[in-house]
């Protein structure tokens, strides 16, 4: 196994764990305390471990406490999505401006598409 295949692997074992916990755990959302604000959850990883099944499956579990981000990405939109929700498609150009920016947080080639 290459590198990338070992990190693959431990990222589909760990979201296999996350997703067992998910299933077990049936508790509410705690109430936030006084001087407690809405912290971020960043969930990222290789392209397709499963980082949408996660999110969705925490949205459906917590609906009024998970809320996507869209990313930015220059491929064509597939069937089904819509920009702005799924994510946000721009031209090539659009991305490189933003990239020199500095208003992207993680970027990633795949594909000839950003």
Same mark, same amino acid.
């Given at each position: 196994m290459n590198k990338i295949e070992i990190m693959e692997e431990k990222m589909t074992r760990m979201l296999s764990q996350l997703?067992?916990?998910l299933t077990v755990v049936d508790e509410p959302?705690?109430?936030p305390k006084k001087n407690d604000s809405d912290k971020p959850l960043m969930i990222i990883g290789?392209?397709?471990v *499963?980082?949408?099944t996660m999110i969705n499956r925490l949205k459906r579990k917590y609906p009024n406490k998970i809320n996507k981000l869209p990313s930015y990405?220059?491929?064509p939109i597939r069937s089904g999505e819509k920009d702005g929700v799924d994510y946000y498609f721009v031209t090539k150009e659009e991305f490189i401006r933003l990239k020199n920016? *500095?208003?992207l947080f993680e970027?990633?080639?795949y594909n000839n598409n950003w």
């Open positions: 997703m067992a916990v959302v705690p109430k290789p392209i397709a *499963g980082k949408d990405t220059t491929r920016k *500095g208003e970027i990633q080639e």
